[in-house]
């Protein structure tokens, strides 16, 4: 049995903020950002957008690529977030109740930093693949918290990715290969209960966290795999800043021309959850068929997930079916000032 | 009063060194002297750290890392002079041997800072400023040092450039150095382009947070003879030390340090050397400033020659006269309670013939300038291959 992808689609916000605007209010020095961690501008959510619905509204454009699969054939929806906007209370319900999937299935909200929507695609597959379930819908999505002046001010973005997983031969649009994941007990960033903002432990995510799980991760799916990669058209790695992919990438062999389709931080800023599984719909986009795609992900705490995706035929039939990636991201953008910002951040304290 | 020599070296590589705890970084180093110098027991250990308390909440050091070490039960104090501590380490187990308490003394320098993140390190490095006059107020080092570059820049004139090309030479030096945090080529257009952090100081003018840690061996001359094997005998023969207000505002003078200069002098006077006999020097260059000053307060140049030197390349290797061979505090890093130690290891390095590429040929007198805060306290020692 073949198992895969049998829709997918993202949803980016139009709003954007760029580097300097950030930089401006803190008086940091906005080139070396520039330089340093290759950011020019992040996407925000707007007044009505959050993870609960721009999951839903990926997960819209992923039914729409799927060839008309009835939603109550899907048997489990999977959101993954660190930004639910209930603690206590799911977003999968919601998601699930707005495309008409429910009442029969499973839902269950996932979290793990940065990895979340790769967990989900990791159990959607799984499920169909035991043949508990005929179709499971993964989704990541964030809406992701920076504190303000904090470095990560500059790069906590939000968007969503949904993949559609089922085992209909003729519906596949990109087939799993392997799966593999990489996990250790690593605290390079956290958010205890109550907290507002998150906190990190500055360059300890980098080298011991970030390189070190992608590096152990990708390493470990290619050797599983037999492969090297040179073999694969394409290589999205987790993108926190658009530093940090690209050197991974890089270091493990990769060329820039394999890397540069899914890599979308420098202009949408790290989406958490949603970073890696909206650059794999930016690949499916423009993929051909017979193509390889290397996926890596990472979630501070720490782990990543590695997947292997073969696109199949059925990939050119459904690209222009739903939105594409790159005209979200590159198109209609609105442009917001730090005021308009920390408004629609909730970073001005109200009366109350 | 007795002689007293340096019989074993040991560093571990400076860096973020975040799998290893303090305990363990420290005896790597203590088993590195130890092997070098062919001992396994000795009568005291000193452990010069500035704030393991605040950097790893960890205090009582002497004995949790003689412990580790596996010879509890030996004498073992931790001393503490902020950034100096290394060198008060030295000058403990020098006084010990000198004074005939003891023969055989093992001293360490050990600082584990990345287990805190900036703002909590820069907290526990600002506690070597004066609080009342200087923290509370706001003021962290960065800060403090460029108060001291303008000072010294209003006085005599010294350059941008110049303090930029104390970072490049350091770093060129880092590069032959292979316990070294930075192995890096710097220009003076990476220098002047890296981040603003206090005007006129710029990221690259900064010595890093480095975990690390560095020891000696020490011994009477009639041990170090007895137990050479052959290979050179190096001997410390003269230690100053000396103290000034903390907060620069007590201070008459800003474009000098005077606690550098009374602590060379009396060094120079132990060891009845003169600075133009020196060979190799290591100074303290917590910042690029510090080290232009600190070599016009050992009286290696004229007060405001420091800069001009730099500039024409006399403190580079192969110069007149070599300084931070090692890529001092700004390449090697900066373990702070560390430094002391590893500066004394550099100067017995090059005065053994065994510092490899870095090597200045046939050095014969070597310094080490130790400092702490900003000036606050200085100690200076004077090494001689005999």
Known sequence: MRVGIVGYGAFIPRRRIQLEEIAKVWGADAPAYRK?????????PGPDEDTVTMSVEAARHALARSGGIDPKDIGAVYVG?????YAVKPSGTIVAEAIGATPELHVADLEF???????????????????EVKYALGIGADTSQGAPGDALEYSAAAGAAAFLFGADEEKLIAEVLHTYSWTTDTPDFWRREYMHYPRHGSRFTGEPAYFRHTKSSATGIMEKAGMKPSDFAFAIFHQPNGKFPM?????????KAQLETGWLSPWLGNTYSGASPIGLTAVLDVAKPGELVLLTSFGSGAGSDSFVFRVSDRVSEVQGLAPKTRPQLDENKIYLSYGQYAKLRGKIRMAE | MRDVCVVGVGLVDFGELWEKPLRRIWTEAALAALEDAGVDTVDLVTIGCMSSGLFTGQEHLASLCVDELGIAGVPAARVESACASGGLAVRTGFAEIASGLSEVVLVTGVEKMTDVDGAEATFALGTAADQEWEGFHGITFPGLYAMLARAHMARYGTTREQLAKVAVKNHANGLLNPHAQYHLKVTVETVLGSTLVADPLRLLDCSPITDGAAALV?????????????????KITGSGMATDSISLAQRDDLSELKAVRLAGERAYQMAGRAPKDLHVVEVHDCFTIAEIMATEALGLFEPGGGGPAVERGLTAIGGRVPVNTSGGLKAKGHPVGATGVAQVAEIVSQLRGEAGQRQVQGAR????QNMGGSGGSSIVHILEVV
């Not at chain 1, 977030?81 to 906007?85: T, V």
């Open chain 1, 36 to 44: 340093g961690l290759q950011l020019n501008e992040k996407s925000v």
């Open chain 2, 218 to 234: 020490l011994a009477s001359d009639d041990w170090a003879k007895a137990h050479a094997k052959g290979r050179p005998v190096v």
């Open chain 2, 365 to 368: 007198f070597g310094l080490a």
């Open chain 1, 113 to 131: 930093a940065c990895k979340a929507g790769t967990e989900g695609m990791f159990l959607s597959q799984a499920l169909v693949k035991a043949g």
């Open chain 1, 247 to 255: 050197r991974v990438g890089l270091d493990l062999g990769f060329t």
């Open chain 1, 81 to 85: 977030s660190e930004s639910h906007p």
